[in-house]
């Protein structure tokens, strides 16, 4: 196996692991909230916690990656997210106290989003050096990680307490990610005369580096208000059932996951630039067809095409953030830092407006930033010769 092989094996292992251990948490919500006795607002609060310390730590992961190396930046935080994840599970079920739960959730969100940018850093590396579209398959890993998750939650909760699950899937991620960034490309030493620090503030003033990451914040938002009101917008706009709205969902799902695994070759083909425009004004058309439709299969259409659309912003603007090797970390710290923003603080905004004008109808704010999401693509998106 060639040291790049086995780079780009290490770096879906660190995808997939990610997203099993996030959805393996995400099974146990309902378990913790009837333990702790908890409202939806008090979870939401809970998991806000996460949230905070997610975008509190991903300033400063661009800096760790460059002074220890993406292989023991993931390791570190794999050991911050296992421990923690365990321990959340232990002050929810055992200890039934919520102050912890919310503690020990901040410490995972912190390892979770340091951990992202590491993993993005050496996946963009991987692809780099192997001269292939690779980061939108990788992100598709992280989708494969999340579904295992969910499959394991459904065939565990009711069966195994939340305390040995968590536990039991903790364990398995860590040995897992441990072996997997075995094969990490060697972390390169810093460059004489340049610090970590000086390198993340020259990243925050670059005007191309904001403009990508406004562009990725832009696709950041129309996956993550997916992720939270799909399924509600359908519900209350076309009075669907249940089941019927989280099936939406999964569609939604579905087509973004297909759309990253086969995105590599047709970027490779055409181009980012145009791929990016092409996603921006599919992912406005859905959306604009999903509130307008007039019927649910019309929308569910729309859907589809929203899910294709948003499928391919986070991986490329990662992918264009990491092109200059030198300044990589830096730079997808940055741009990872306002995509998060994005997912974490645009979800309730839609909320708040849903409350005035309609939950299906807010949806068409989505829509509205993928016009300056084209925009900024034809800006900050350069073709790169394969």
């Known amino acids: 196996m060639t040291p790049l092989y086995r780079a780009q094996a290490g770096s879906v292992v660190a995808f997939a692991t990610n997203g099993l251990l996030s959805a393996t948490f995400i099974s146990r919500i309902p378990a913790l909230r009837e333990s702790l006795d908890l409202n939806n607002s008090a979870i939401g609060l809970m998991l806000l916690a996460m949230g905070i310390g997610s975008v509190t730590a991903l300033p400063l992961a661009g800096g760790l990656v460059m002074r220890w190396g993406a292989a023991r930046v993931v390791r570190s935080c794999a050991i911050l997210c296992t421990a923690a994840l365990t321990l959340v599970a232990i002050s929810g079920s055992w200890l039934e106290q919520v102050w912890l739960v919310?503690?020990?959730l901040v410490a995972y969100g912190v390892g979770y989003g340091i951990w992202d940018v590491a993993m993005n850093v050496e996946g963009a590396a991987v692809e780099r050096l192997g001269g292939?579209?690779?980061?939108p398959q990788l992100h598709a890993m992280w989708s494969v990680g999340t579904v295992l998750g969910g499959v394991l939650g459904i065939a565990l909760v009711g069966t195994l307490p939340t305390v040995w699950h968590i536990a039991a899937v903790a364990a398995v991620v860590l040995a897992i990610c441990w072996w997997g960034t075995a094969g990490f490309l060697p972390a390169e030493p810093p460059r004489e005369g340049h610090s970590p620090r000086r390198e993340l503030l020259a990243a925050w003033r670059s005007p191309h580096t904001l403009l990508l990451g406004l562009m990725v914040l832009a696709f950041g938002a129309a996956e993550g208000s997916a992720n939270d009101w799909v399924?509600?917008?359908m519900i209350d706009g076309y009075d669907v059932s249940q089941r019927l709205g989280v099936a939406c969902y999964a569609v939604f799902v579905f087509c973004m996951s297909l759309a990253r695994f086969a995105g590599a070759k047709i970027i490779d083909r055409v181009g980012r630039q145009p791929v990016l425009i092409t996603s921006a004004a599919l992912a406005g058309t859905g959306i604009v067809l999903a509130v307008f439709a007039g019927s649910f299969g019309v929308a569910l259409v729309g859907v589809v095409l929203w899910g294709f659309g948003a499928a391919l912003?986070?991986?490329?603007?990662?992918?264009?953030?990491?092109?200059d090797e030198t300044r990589a970390a830096a730079r997808v710290s940055?741009?990872?830092?306002?995509?998060?923003?994005?997912f974490l603080g645009f979800p309730p905004i839609l909320g708040a407006v849903g409350d005035q004008i309609g939950t299906l109808r807010s949806l068409l704010l989505v829509a509205v930033l993928m016009l300056p999401a084209a925009a900024l693509a034809a800006t900050v998106a350069r073709r790169r010769d394969v």
Do not use: C, H, N, R
């Open 231 to 233: 399924a509600l917008a």
């Open 102 to 104: 919310g503690l020990f």
């Open 313 to 323: 912003g986070f991986p490329l603007g990662i992918s264009i953030a990491a092109d």
């Open 132 to 135: 292939k579209t690779l980061m």
């Open 334 to 342: 940055v741009v990872s830092t306002l995509a998060y923003g994005a």
